[in-house]
């Protein structure tokens, strides 16, 4: 959630209410204004209430035009209607939900047997309100496994956390938060990613573990998982550190088991640990949801796992809060149930020929470089073309959204700060017809940007659209 501030705004500013807006009569039915940053002293009808508040919402950005988000911004009415009906059902109340508690294992089973578990009956899991929550858990877990097996030298030694500077922010989180050092490995060239030796290189004694982003959110391109695990194998031999890895699948865990099945990436093998999804991203379910599973129940210590006696049972429970609506892990059951591996498949396969196909007539026009081409996550990054000195990336961003288009545009970071990209993430719902819709409007644009006398931009960092 981001954090806000108080009201920049005098305190006594007030919304404007139509006259309309009154239940029956518009002159002795009139409403009060209602003030904007304290509560007003009476109520108002629903149906005025209701309108004021969508009002304001229709300077919202079309969440369907919306290609900075991976996250869910389509479901069909059924699964729309199951969440209303959930949505009054608190998760940690497993008791007096058991159903829906049984759903949530049967998703966890699911997800296991779907990432290769050794057994998926041992494997451990739970769903999480997203990644984020997901990697706070998992990092947690490692944390822990670490301090353990350094119980003679914790808490003196500092624990550290190897990872690509292309994570996540809520990686970094987890590290202020839990007083863990980052160490990230930096970009280099044409290497928008972790590179396994490089990792390898940073670890020592006091590394409770290694990230890899199965889809970076920067370019959509995989981590070479398999390869990391390999660096850290060869590290072991030679020094004796055993470093477990978790494999950060916010998105590709959702997209590789069914498009790129040869790609070994997941509880296949040994040194992996544990995995997190996000079931509102290429999972295909509304936010917020997201799942946190390990390889069996010796990768998660029990005494991170809380046993209560609430509201008449004992429920074991691992995650950060004791409130939760149900009604997002029953909208996952009912994907997987609704698709199945051919389903997804079929979706999944979709999303990255519109990526392919978009990304190829972006490139045709001559303007602009791509980085990656969708054929990884449904998602590619491209820059202007070396040649091009009249407009940047972000010129393109801001005249994208005069057209509704959200495209983010955003610099890399260390060692590439040189590197300035615009990313289109293609998702269900972005359909050929949407992408050809965007390539027009790209390509209408484009004269009007060459007669630019220069990029136009003076805050970069205002310009982004790009935060996580």
């Not at 970009?187 to 490089?198: I, K, N, S, T």
């Amino acid at each position: 959630m981001p954090f806000h501030e108080g009201p920049r705004r005098p305190a006594e500013h007030r919304l404007s209410v139509n006259p309309f807006y009154g239940p029956a009569n518009p002159l002795g039915d009139m409403v009060e204004a209602p003030p904007t940053h304290r509560l007003p002293d009476q109520p108002m009808p629903p149906s005025t209430a209701h309108q004021l508040v969508r009002d304001e919402l229709m300077l919202d950005g079309n969440a369907r035009l919306n290609l900075a988000t991976f996250v869910t911004t389509w479901m069909e009415p059924e699964a729309g209607i199951l969440m209303a009906e959930c949505r009054d059902k608190n998760m940690i109340d497993k008791d007096e939900y058991p159903r829906t508690a049984e759903l949530e294992r049967r998703c966890v089973a699911m997800l296991a047997d779907l990432w290769n578990a050794p057994d998926p009956s041992t494997a451990v899991g739970c769903s999480t309100t997203g990644s984020s929550e997901a990697c706070m858990l998992a990092g947690m877990a490692l944390k822990r496994r670490w301090a353990r097996r350094n119980a003679d030298r914790y808490p003196g030694a500092r624990p550290n956390l190897v990872m690509g500077v292309n994570v996540q922010v809520c990686w970094e989180k987890f590290c202020t938060f839990w007083e863990v050092e980052a160490r990230l490995v930096p970009m280099e060239g044409e290497r928008f990613h972790l590179d396994p030796q490089a990792a390898a290189e940073l670890c020592d004694e006091n590394t409770i573990g290694v990230v890899g982003i199965l889809g970076s959110t920067f370019d959509g391109s995989y981590e070479p998982i398999a390869d990391l695990c390999a660096a850290l194998d060869a590290l072991q031999e030679r020094t004796g550190y055993d470093i477990p890895v978790h494999v950060d699948g916010a998105s590709g865990a959702m997209v590789a088991p069914f498009l790129d099945e040869d790609l070994v990436w997941d509880f296949r093998l040994p040194r992996v640990a544990s995995i997190n999804t996000s079931g509102h991203k290429y999972g295909l379910v509304y936010p917020g949801v997201g799942w946190a599973l390990w390889r069996d129940a010796a990768a998660l210590p029990e005494e991170l796992v809380f046993r209560v006696n609430y509201l008449g049972g004992d429920m074991p429970t691992f995650a950060l809060n004791f409130s939760r609506p149900g009604a997002q892990v029953v909208a996952q059951y009912y994907t997987f149930l609704r698709l199945g591996r051919q389903g997804y498949r079929a979706v999944q396969q979709a999303a990255r020929d519109v990526a392919t196909e978009l990304a190829g007539r972006i490139e045709a026009l001559g303007d602009f470089r791509l980085l990656t081409r969708g054929d990884e996550l449904p998602v590619f990054a491209f820059t202007t073309a070396p040649e091009v000195k009249a407009y940047d990336v972000f010129d393109v961003s801001r005249r994208l959204r005069e057209s509704g288009w959200l495209v983010p545009a955003y610099t890399f970071p260390a060692n590439r700060e040189d590197l300035s990209v615009l990313r289109v993430v293609c998702r269900n719902g972005f359909s050929t017809d949407l992408a050809e819709l965007l390539a027009q409007d790209l390509e209408r644009l484009l004269p009007d940007l060459r007669r630019q006398p220069r990029p136009l931009t003076e805050d970069r960092g205002a310009a982004t659209s790009f935060h996580h």
